[in-house]
């Protein structure tokens, strides 16, 4: 007989948790090295270099934990970011934002759509969505740059709160209330449970289309506030904006545990994965390694952090 | 082919128990048995499936140990299940020939040898194949010749059916009977296993018969007649265990689900009955017959084509198991780790699902209230668990089981229709869950019990009804005995 090998001590996962003790390993490895790693600045400093992709890394841990994919939040991000500059021209920025965070509600709202009721597979039809709100980009900003000169806008992005960064403020904001409605609202348990096995969800009398499609609709709105940060943070947004950011907010989501398989996951062991890259990625910086090195390292990383997940979970 | 001394446990059910079995040369040997009795375990062990616990096995007067079906395939063995396991969008001549291609010199694959090869062997059976169709495009009852003839050209020497005969017609039927006719006189044994007794009679030499793992008896065709071979398989009338008190069905009371005239092609043909609070219907029938998707009908979980269905004498529309839910009915679907529970979260919040806002307040999970409700049923059903936090998925099947059915108790429904529930369950957990159930009939409830196993069936049940082909061919008190059951449901081939 198969013996099944049960990784939990004292109720903590082995598996699940694994990242968060190469990230203190990694951190105790670091402040060795160079010292002043530790250090306030150095910590806000990393924390800060996250946030942007650590916003929009909350959105896509829901649609991933629902048994979703989500790769159109780049494009999101220009396009939320690109409006937000632009509807400066006719409107307070407080207006711009809010409407944006629509946008990017109504884009995920299309995303769950297509993928729940049109059973189109996920990655594909965001895959079109990707394609089609890039497209919008473009019409929006004519292929140029946009810019916006408000400095109480400028604070979002570029302002301080005491020592600590807004964006980091929003992040840990983000981080805590996401956090709490994926582990103790009825919202994130239909949210595991459905991305654990949708069909046994709906014969248990579960609106499951509704909550499948929020899910998507959490990951456009993260990604909206996301490019609100960023457009703050330029004061400008180009067509281009954003591209690849989809990877590694997805990077980070299953590099913190977050099973592709879905149903289960954790906001905060995404942030963890956030900071992870973050911190790899300085390093290399810091060492002067070439960037094509930093793609191939950051894809054997992703690699070996899912394969890990899905082959343990073929040998059970 | 001998087998020995054959033994296979799994955990908790001993599947086969002191096997001895003899298929000749040219010979149609039919197996029959209940479900449950073993046929489907003593297949797989002939083949290579399952690996057997004790005993031996001699195919062609030499012991063999196989340690795959791919192994029985090349020694000589072939298995026609129920599902075909042919590839769909190739064609009739290269899945007959997958893997035993033959090439040129150059490495390509030999076309003109091939369709040589097929027609030889069709025409040995005296049958023909369109040899290019795509056998997606084909129907059934050809496809299961394409079986045949694959089977032939691995130079079987050895044939298992499994329910050869279910969804052909009569006139396929025939034609498979003549062409098992070929196969004998071309020297390869047949060994039949199927429910239908009116075939066994027309075309097997031998029959042997199974119950509960056991051996009953190998009898020569010709020496039995029906009703000895059904009282072979079902055994001496068991004393009822269980009715020994009457559930919760008080006189002259209203139905509490009604039916009328259920139609959802193509299963479901136009059922009406019955049920009442406080008693345990019954429903068993053959594999095919509808028992599960009239139990998901009633539930909500596929769309109704036609009919009524009422609660308490009033017509509710069931377009949902949110519906139904709402209408007090709850399922526990026959497979429960595909449907009922999800096996990688927690006992508990797989128990609270079904009714996650009466444990919330303002949107926030009461945690507390889950778990106090899971340990009330792990203690009210026995379920062996590490704690209400342990993850299902490393709970036993028995454990699962009540662990489905807590998650619809707790729903406190006035119907709870089970599908299968001892499926794959030891028969200690499975005496348990009859137990579980008698008891929710004293407090009320109205329990739906639909199950293929009739000696189950008429153990638990207050009444029976047989489904056959979708429609109820028949209804039975309690007291019955389970021959005139079996009669009902074989009915098929008169």
Known sequence: MNKKINLNLKGYSIKKNGILFVFILLCILLSIITPGFLSWANILNILRQSSIIGIMAIG???????????????????????MCVGLQQHMHWGFAILLVLIVGALVGMLNGFLAAKIHIPAIIATLGT???????????????????????FAFIGKGYLGPIPFPVIILIIMVIFWQFILVRTRFGRYTCALGGNKEAVRLSGVKVDFYHILTFVVGGLMASMAGVVYASRLLSVTPLAGQGYELDAIASTVIGGTSVSGGEGSVVRTLIGVLLLTIIANVFNLLGIHIYVQYVIKGAIILTAVGFDTYSKFRE | MRVRKLNKSFPGVKALDDIDLEIYRDEVHALVGENGAGKSTLIKLLVGAYQRDSGEIYFSNQKVEFDSPAQAFQSGISVIYQENSLIPQLTVIQNIFLGMESFTSLGLINEDKIYQGYLDISKKLGFELPPYEEVRNLGVAEQKLVEILKALIHKAKFIIMDEPTASLSENEIEHLFRIISELKSNHVSVLYITHILGEVFRIADRITVLRDGKKIKTVFTKDVNRDEVITMMVGESLKDAYISEPAGIKKGQQPVLKVENLYRKPRINGVSFEAFPGEVLGITGLTGAGKTELARLIFGADKLQGGLILINNKS???????????????????????????LILELYKNITLPTLIQFSSKGVLLNRKEFDITQYFIKKLDIKTSGVNQVMKYLSGGNQQKAAISKWLQTEPKVLIMDE????????AKVEIHTIVRNLAKSGVCVIFVSSEVSEVVKVSD????LSHGRISGEFKHGVRQEEIMRIILKEDE
């Not at chain 1, 896509?60 to 690109?82: H, M, N, P, Q, R």
């Not at chain 2, 069931?318 to 999800?342: F, Y």
């Not at chain 2, 009444?463 to 047989?466: F, G, K, M, P």
């Open chain 1, 60 to 82: 896509t841990t829901f649609v991933i934990i629902g048994a979703g994919f989500d790769i159109s939040v780049g494009s999101l991000l220009a396009l939320t970011a690109a």
């Open chain 1, 130 to 152: 990707m394609t089609i709100v890039r497209g919008l980009v473009y019409l929006y900003t004519g292929g140029y740059p946009l810019y916006v000169d408000s400095q109480s």
């Open chain 2, 316 to 342: 509710v529309r069931i377009r949902s198991p949110l519906d139904a839910v709402k209408n007090g009915i709850s399922l526990i679907p026959e497979d429960r780790k595909k449907d009922a529970l999800i």
């Open chain 2, 421 to 428: 529930p001892t499926q794959g369950i030891d028969v200690k």
């Open chain 2, 463 to 466: 009444r029976i009804l047989v």
